[in-house]
């Protein structure tokens, strides 16, 4: 019993909140799991459960970027784009090809979504993580806009010879008669079977939370917040301030292009205009209010205000009214001097009295 008191005393407090994490996550799939087995879960709820998963884990992805390395990204609608539409043409043509298993073609596409999202942040991110500030902000901003408009202008159709893309329309795509169009342009991606469960979000969501926190807490992550607090005493100690600045994007570009593939084989129907400046606004509304650098609270906020929308959809025409006082009044909150010494007292007091036993 003394040695278990001991083992629980040693365990840091990083580690106390990444257990933490897990249990909220685990805590929501039991609570979602019996209210869908009652059925008390209203059909509108039902239908948000996979956004949710996909908004925390695109938010959580953000969080690394802002939180941990610093730096200031309005492109993860962009990234989250990249692998919806690349999880849909993958979903797509492997069913063509007479492979049926949705499961295995949800997890294929949420790879290849995550891999080509990744691929993306390299090129992003080799000429435009030597900026700073505002000037990395305006450039993923404009990263996110550029792809918006690339898959407005994009065709991609499957036949017996593979895979056909068009940037004119699908007419010229030289197409097969028995092939089938994946996306077609600004009308998106439709069609799509729905794949995405809310199982799947939630695994995806634990192996997300182990990522980021092991990233974290390994000697990798404790080299991008010494460049994050301090630039200068980081490359005089010998850091390499491009590379780990380029670990933390290039894995948080993956981990959105994995959240959008998810999200995007949840829906029949998907247009590039959702993945807008309006989503990435979005998405860094999610990191501010949940705390910048707080993964527990970015997980709590992404998920309420996910749904609060369609909480307040009975207020009608002062729905978003309501939902902009509500996001004040958080903000208002979460920034009082009063409720963080309050928060930071009770933590304290935990862990000494754990210490004291």
């Not at 019996?34 to 925390?56: A, E, H, K, V």
């Not at 930071?344 to 000494?352: L, Q, T, Y």
Request: glycine share 10%; net charge positive; proline share 2%.
């Amino acid at each position: 019993m003394a040695n278990q008191k001991s083992f629980l005393s040693k365990i840091s407090k990083n580690s106390k909140m990444g257990f933490l994490n897990y249990g909220i996550v685990l805590l929501f799939f039991v609570v979602i799991t019996i209210l869908r087995s009652t059925g008390t879960l209203s059909n509108t709820m039902n239908g948000q459960l996979i956004p949710i998963c996909s908004y925390i884990i695109v938010a959580l992805a953000l969080n690394l970027v802002v939180g941990i390395s610093g730096e200031l990204s309005l492109g993860h609608a962009g990234f989250m784009s990249i692998g919806a539409f690349s999880g849909v043409v993958i979903s797509g043509a492997l069913k063509y090809s007479g492979f049926a298993n949705p499961v295995m073609r949800l997890v294929t596409a949420i790879v290849v979504g995550a891999f080509i999202a990744a691929i993306a942040g390299i090129l992003i991110g080799i000429p435009v993580l030597r900026l700073r500030g505002d000037y990395l902000a305006i450039v993923t901003l404009a990263f996110g806009e550029i792809i918006k408009n690339v898959l407005n202008c994009l065709y991609v159709g499957v036949d017996e010879n593979g895979l056909h893309f068009s940037v004119t329309d699908e007419v010229h795509m030289d197409m097969a008669a028995n092939g089938k169009t994946l996306i077609k342009g600004p009308q998106g991606a439709v069609g799509v079977e729905k794949i995405a469960t809310f199982v799947a979000g939630i695994i995806l969501l634990f192996v997300v939370l182990f990522i980021i926190q092991n990233l974290v807490n390994s000697r990798t992550g404790r080299a991008i917040m010494a460049i994050r607090d301090n630039r200068i005493a980081a490359e005089a100690s010998g850091i390499n301030v491009t590379k780990y600045k380029m670990v933390a994007f290039v894995t948080s570009a993956a981990i959105a292009g994995a959240a959008g593939a998810l999200y995007g084989l949840n829906f029949s129907t998907i247009v590039p205009k959702k993945f807008d400046f309006n989503t990435s606004i979005l998405i860094l509304v999610f990191v501010v209010l949940g705390g910048i650098g707080n993964l527990t609270g970015t997980i709590i906020a992404a998920a309420l205000l996910t749904v609060l929308p369609e909480l307040l959809r009975e207020f009608q025409d002062y729905r978003m009214l309501a939902y902009a006082i509500v996001l004040i009044l958080v903000m208002i909150a979460t920034n009082n001097e009063k409720i963080r010494s309050l928060w930071k007292r009770f933590f304290s007091k935990k862990d000494k009295e754990e210490q004291k036993a």
